[in-house]
C-alpha cells in the first residue's frame, strides 16, 4: 500500500485493486501529552465521578464512588447529556468550580 499525501490534511493510501483509504486526522506525529498530576490523598478532596452516558458506565461508577467513598473523598456525581459529543461548557465549568479532581467513566 503506497501512501501519498492529500489536500486539507487528509493522508490517502493507496491499496491493491485501487482502493484509496483516507485518515482524516491528518496527523504525522501523534500529540504527546503529559498526564495530570494525582492528589497527594483522597481523605477529605471534592471528586467529581463524570458519566459521559454509555451502557454500563453507571455501573463501573457506582463501584468507583464506593471505593472513592470507603477512602474518605467527597464524591460528587455529573452525567454528560450525550457520548456523542463533548460535556457542555456549563457542565466542565460546574465540575471546575466544585471539585479537585475528575474521574471520567468509558464502558460498553
Given at each position: 500500500?503506497?501512501?501519498?499525501?492529500?489536500?486539507?490534511?487528509?493522508?490517502?493510501?493507496?491499496?491493491?485493486g485501487?482502493?484509496?483509504?483516507?485518515?482524516?486526522?491528518?496527523?504525522?506525529?501523534?500529540?504527546?501529552?503529559?498526564?495530570?498530576?494525582?492528589p497527594a490523598?483522597?481523605?477529605?478532596?471534592?471528586l467529581?465521578?463524570?458519566?459521559?452516558?454509555?451502557?454500563?458506565?453507571?455501573?463501573?461508577?457506582?463501584?468507583?464512588?464506593?471505593?472513592?467513598?470507603?477512602?474518605?473523598?467527597?464524591?460528587?456525581?455529573?452525567?454528560?447529556?450525550?457520548?456523542?459529543?463533548?460535556?457542555?461548557?456549563?457542565?466542565?465549568?460546574?465540575?471546575?468550580?466544585?471539585?479537585?479532581?475528575?474521574?471520567?467513566?468509558?464502558?460498553?
Amino acid at each position: 500500500m503506497k501512501k501519498r499525501p492529500e489536500a486539507h490534511g487528509f493522508e490517502a493510501s493507496q491499496g491493491a485493486g485501487g482502493l484509496t483509504v483516507l485518515d482524516p486526522t491528518g496527523e504525522r506525529t501523534p500529540a504527546v501529552r503529559e498526564g495530570a498530576p494525582r492528589p497527594a490523598q483522597l481523605q477529605g478532596l471534592d471528586l467529581a465521578l463524570l458519566d459521559i452516558s454509555k451502557a454500563r458506565g453507571d455501573i463501573f461508577l457506582n463501584r468507583l464512588d464506593e471505593l472513592f467513598t470507603q477512602r474518605g473523598a467527597n464524591v460528587r456525581r455529573y452525567s454528560k447529556p450525550t457520548f456523542t459529543k463533548p460535556a457542555p461548557a456549563d457542565l466542565r465549568r460546574q465540575i471546575a468550580e466544585e471539585c479537585s479532581a475528575v474521574v471520567e467513566a468509558l464502558a460498553d
